[in-house]
């Protein structure tokens, strides 16, 4: 990914591929901040200025190398920013806050799988479609309809409603109806959620309502629910009446009976429509679960519907993890006592075609809702039809993760505040007198540095409207996403040369500019400053392509030069300010422990997924959380930035802890036998050997080999009265090796 894009994405990701997941992931870096949790009324605006002040300062040190936070209070003191511009730039993200949403992670074994089963899917379709066009089927049909067969159908108490949309407030799961008037859920199953169906059934009068629970193979135990042992629970029922020029209608339910109830009380029909709407609802274990069930409720007064009123019905299932219903059909009766079973409704549109074939008013409507009847008594459709709706049923489903964005729009993150009122963002930024929000003096317009638009250009120049029909968004980011990446007129030459520098630090372990964060007069001067400036001449002029940038560095002959040290050249640069020498260096806190994970062999390589306080995972140490009160000993020992503001460098400290942790810590002694067990210790010296490989990645030398078999056989020994004292002499070995300054330092 050029690293221009990178940024804009991690700035408005949001706004410029609101469909990627990865670019929604990536504003995750602006809310990356402090986020007090605790705060009284009094707290509220500060803190959200304090929230501003973060999201400004941060963008501006790691992408700009600029403390912009400096003037907050007052014009900055040593560089060009003044107060004016620091809230023109902190207004950019008024209305940016933290959220946690639910996003697809479309992998590429899951866009694989998928691809293959849309052809496959595409071949079942196309075969059902074939076969209803064959021109025997059409003679047959119409073979049907003259024999006036469709007459001789009996009467039911039940019109099947057919729905013309059927949606779940949770993206993983999809509602798609089948061609016997039921609903067929599918997808990966949410801990809750909540169906939402509508349908225009035509001018009629109602007094019952119907649900048919029914099974299916695709739910465990065939359902009819979703639930891990085939259960659901209807925790809440609203049905609403829409009728053209009237207010929409609350229908109201009075009571309910069920062909099973899993008990009388909290779990029975009654209680899907009571006053708790999170604990309570229909149920069907205790007997009732792989068996077709049906609950018929009974509205308060008679409704009389017109015949362009559209019924919408809500089905709420929260009572239980994953507990909403799997298939599903709804049926309505004007009948004064319909039966509480299961089966047997008709089709209210096939009704009318049936009549008007009596009548001799048959229509081309009417024709197509018999030839979904004839199409159910013909053995070879409902064949290819089953294997089209299984087809459905195993449609790959994308991986939904919760993560964080800081976006807008969406549902914030929850805060102990929010029943106190806490409002997460103001409408308007305001110029603070001295930072203070009880001074005000005035709203503060979304605005860039001065001192970074060039050529004349006033913010306007970067400044982009939402499309017509986009409304969650300002697109202030995006704007601003504009202005910091245009290496022309904005901000963009000075991203670069950040950006280069910061690459130039992580080879060579301190940046052509030492303060990485601070390219202001507080800062250091550059060592070389040509160099940094070809170097971001260069990342510019190719896409701002950083692989390119570090095969640059990576083959140049400053990095190839040797670490051996030099009297002579020493006196001259004792500090290697000109490289005349590849500084040896310790690694990071993070590198040091995935190492050791890796040459033992148990690094696991999984990507993505929740964060952990586990010391012995096995994962790569980005996926450790922080929490201040349990803080990883291995990463504190070795240096492990404060976790709060932005870092432009590591320390990198030499302390005793540091050799104790790799001869005592509980941890490092299991990797060491992790180790152990991928050498043959009945062969010591190739075990030595290929130790040497694992860890230092070079052969021993021949005075390296006779020491460490002496250790081994030292070790061998003092183990005499064990099982497995080979083994347990080498593993010592390995915790040896891997305690070398060697295994932990770049040479």
């Not at 559209?310 to 039966?339: C, D, Y």
């Not at 549109?349 to 229509?363: C, D, R, Y």
């Not at 701002?544 to 020493?570: C, D, G, V, Y």
Request: with cysteine.
């Amino acid at each position: 990914m050029p690293w221009d894009q990178f940024i804009r994405w991690q700035l408005a990701g949001d706004e410029i591929a609101p469909s990627n997941p990865l670019a929604m992931m990536a504003t995750g870096f602006m809310g990356a901040g402090v986020f007090p949790t605790q705060l009284t009324e009094k707290e509220f605006e500060s803190a959200r200025y304090d929230e501003l002040d973060d999201m400004a300062a941060t963008t501006g040190t790691a992408m700009l190398g600029l403390t912009i936070g400096c003037a907050r209070c007052h014009d900055h003191k040593f560089d060009p920013i003044p107060v004016k511009d620091y809230y023109q730039f902190v207004s950019v993200f008024t209305s940016t806050i933290r959220s946690e949403i639910n996003i697809p992670l479309n992998s590429d074994a899951y866009i694989a799988s998928l691809a293959k089963w849309e052809a496959s899917h595409q071949a079942r379709q196309e075969a059902l479609t074939t076969y209803e066009n064959l021109p025997d089927t059409t003679k047959t049909f119409q073979q049907w309809l003259e024999s006036k067969a469709p007459e001789k159908l009996p009467a039911n108490d039940w019109n099947t409603l057919k729905f013309v949309k059927t949606t779940s407030d949770q993206a993983a799961t999809n509602l798609t109806p089948q061609t016997d008037g039921a609903v067929l859920a599918s997808g990966r199953t949410p801990a809750k959620e909540t169906y939402t169906l509508i349908t225009k059934p035509g001018a009629q009068t109602i007094r019952f309502l119907r649900i048919e629970a029914l099974t299916h193979a695709s739910m465990k135990s065939k359902g009819p629910g979703r639930a891990s042992n085939g259960n659901f629970s209807l925790t809440d029922l609203k049905i609403f009446a829409n009728s053209p020029g009237k207010e929409k209608q609350l229908l109201k339910i009075t009571s309910a009976q069920a062909t099973h109830e899993q008990n009388k009380t909290n779990l029975s029909a009654v209680s899907s429509f009571d006053s708790d709407p999170n604990s309570t609802g229909w149920a069907v274990d205790l007997g009732g679960i792989g068996k077709n069930q049906a609950a018929v409720f009974k509205l308060s007064d008679p409704l009389t519907i017109e015949e362009k009123t559209t019924l919408e019905f809500q089905l709420r299932f929260h009572t239980n993890s994953q507990h909403s219903l799997g298939r599903f059909r709804i049926s309505i009766s004007e009948k004064n006592a319909p039966p509480v079973e299961v089966g047997g409704g008709k089709n209210l549109q096939i009704e009318k075609a049936l009549k008007a074939l009596l009548t001799g008013s048959f229509t081309e409507e009417h024709r197509k809702a018999l030839l979904e009847l004839f199409r159910k008594s013909d053995p070879h459709w409902n064949q290819l039809n089953d294997a089209v709706s299984k087809s459905l049923t195993s449609k790959p489903q994308s991986l939904n993760a919760k993560v964080q964005v800081t976006s807008e729009g969406f549902s914030p993150t929850k805060h102990h505040a929010d029943g106190r009122g806490f409002p997460h963002f103001y409408p308007q930024t305001h110029f603070l007198s001295r930072g203070d929000p009880k001074q005000k003096k005035g709203i503060a317009n979304p605005n860039y540095l001065q001192i970074l638009m060039r050529n004349g250009k006033s913010g306007n120049h970067w400044k982009e409207e939402p499309p017509v029909d986009w409304t969650r968004t300002s697109y202030r980011r995006r704007s601003l996403a504009n202005w910091i990446t245009d290496s022309e007129n904005g901000a963009g030459h000075l991203l670069a040369r950040v950006a280069v520098n910061r690459l130039w630090h992580h080879h060579f372990g301190k940046g052509i500019v030492a303060t990485p964060n601070d390219f202001g007069l507080q800062g250091a001067l550059p060592t070389h400053p040509k160099l940094l400036d070809f170097l971001a001449k260069k990342l510019i002029s190719r896409g701002w392509n950083i692989k390119a940038l570090h095969r640059e560095i990576l083959l140049s002959a400053t990095w190839l030069q040797s670490s051996e040290p030099s009297k002579e050249k020493a006196a001259i640069d004792p500090t290697n300010q000109f490289l005349w020498r590849f500084t040896p260096r310790r690694l990071e806190a993070e590198v040091i422990r995935d190492s050791i994970l890796a040459a033992s062999g148990q690094l696991e390589t999984t990507m993505f997924g929740p964060g952990t306080l586990d010391e012995s995972h096995r994962r790569r140490s980005i996926y450790f959380m922080i929490k201040r009160s349990r803080l990883i000993p291995i990463m504190q020992v070795f240096d492990q930035p404060e976790p709060l503001v932005s870092q432009g460098s590591r320390p990198s400290t030499t302390i005793a802890p540091q050799a104790l942790l790799f001869m005592n810590n509980p941890q490092v002694v299991k990797w060491a036998h992790g180790l152990a067990q991928n050498l043959d210790a009945s062969q010591p010296d190739e075990a030595i050997r290929q130790l040497y490989l694992r860890t230092l990645t070079r052969e021993p030398t021949l005075a390296e080999l006779t020491n460490s078999r002496a250790f081994f056989d030292s070790q061998s020994t003092s183990y005499s009265k064990e099982k497995n004292a080979a083994q347990l002499a080498l593993a010592d070995l390995c915790q040896v090796m891997l305690s070398l300054n060697e295994f932990i330092y770049l040479p």
